[in-house]
């Protein structure tokens, strides 16, 4: 609602009084050249900018492609399930041969092999598949018996049909356990290194 007061004449003057609400500024087309506009206080327009700057920094993270919510955590339930999907996928595709990594997630030297086994893999490729199964899971209780496993890391290497090759040593370090990866697997035919 706007007033004007006008004195004689055709000239109009700037309103003492504006009843104007903030709410009904949109209404009002820009190009309206209405005396009676709102004009808050400073504070109040720095506080809307840093609100639409906010309001459009998360609505931009939906739209940014390279912005990925963080993933739930799987349950060691689902977690064993993935790893033994993982395995027998790995055992069904008929490569060559299969190395199964017994890990522990509070391992550290089983963290500090991660690149290293992840470049094996990426090299060999064609003829080897590798797979992870957390030693602590009790989904893989039957493989601990099986394989005798009593510590971490420790590597098996099987053939195509399921069957135990090699398996690495207790571990004493990082190159012990590099070493007897890449012994395991020479002695099958295949170089991991070159």
């Known amino acids: 609602m706007d007033s004007k007061i006008t004195k004689s004449g055709s000239t109009s003057q700037n309103p003492f009084f504006c009843l104007k609400w903030p709410w009904d500024s949109n209404k009002q087309p820009k190009s309206s050249s209405s005396v009676c506009e709102f004009q808050g206080p400073w504070l109040f327009k720095s506080m809307q900018s840093i609100g639409s700057i906010a309001l459009s920094s998360l609505t931009s993270l939906g739209q940014n492609p390279n912005f990925r919510p963080k993933k739930k955590a799987l349950s060691s339930s689902e977690q064993g399930e993935a790893e033994q999907s993982a395995f027998a996928a790995a055992l069904a595709s008929q490569k060559e041969a299969t ?88 002695k099958k035919g295949g170089n991991l290194f070159n």
């Open 99 to 186: 190395v199964l990594e017994f890990y522990s997630p509070k391992c550290i030297l089983c963290n500090s092999l991660l690149n290293f086994v992840l470049e094996v893999e990426k090299r060999n490729s064609n003829w080897l598949s590798i797979t992870m199964a957390d030693a602590e899971n009790e989904k893989w209780f039957p493989e601990l018996l099986h394989y005798d496993i009593k510590y971490v890391p420790c590597f098996v290497l099987l053939d195509k049909n399921g069957q135990a090759l090699a398996k690495t040593g207790v571990p004493s370090s990082r190159a012990h356990v590099i070493a007897g990866y890449g012994y395991g697997c020479q």
